[in-house]
């Protein structure tokens, strides 16, 4: 294994992860123009009710 492998799997993983994000973010813009909001990537807002065992 060369030890420039690692700084090409290192370039590619980063690539990959900006394209992941801005796919999510297209998709939310999409649904969001196409009123659609509940089918997006967000995170789920915290729920105000208690819950006990």
Same mark, same amino acid.
């Given at each position: 294994?060369?030890?420039?492998?690692?700084?090409?799997?290192?370039?590619?993983?980063?690539?990959?992860?900006?394209?992941?994000?801005?796919?999510?973010?297209?998709?939310?813009?999409? @649904?969001?123009?196409?009123?659609?909001?509940?089918?997006? @990537?967000?995170?789920? @807002?915290?729920?105000?009710?208690?819950?006990?065992?």
């Amino acid at each position: 294994m060369n030890p420039t492998d690692n700084l090409i799997d290192f370039a590619s993983y980063r690539k990959r992860k900006q394209a992941q994000q801005r796919a999510r973010a297209m998709w939310d813009m999409y @649904t969001l123009q196409a009123g659609l909001r509940t089918f997006t @990537t967000a995170q789920p @807002t915290a729920s105000t009710e208690t819950r006990h065992a």
